[in-house]
């Protein structure tokens, strides 16, 4: 991610995973192709599909980093 108050590049959080989601539903884009990089690597498909479900009825997870996520992503989901 480029900070827009710095210019500076940094990796994503889940702060801009929601910001992101804002602006692609302001757009009507539905893929999100960006995970928070402010957790540990097995929770971030996790929270993508979090914060897409609480943020947005058209964005939605573009994929899962590992098998064991699945069935945690599933009770979520229920």
């Not at 498909?45 to 899962?64: L, R």
């Amino acid at each position: 991610m480029i900070d827009h108050e710095t210019d500076e590049i940094r990796e994503a959080t889940c702060r801009d995973l929601r910001n992101l989601i804002k602006l692609k539903d302001s757009y009507g884009s539905g893929l999100l192709s960006r995970d928070a990089q402010d957790l540990p690597p097995l929770m971030r498909a996790v929270a993508c599909f979090k914060i897409c479900w609480e943020s947005s009825d058209k964005t939605k997870p573009y994929d899962y980093l590992h098998e064991r996520q699945t069935r945690y992503i599933y009770e979520m989901h229920k």
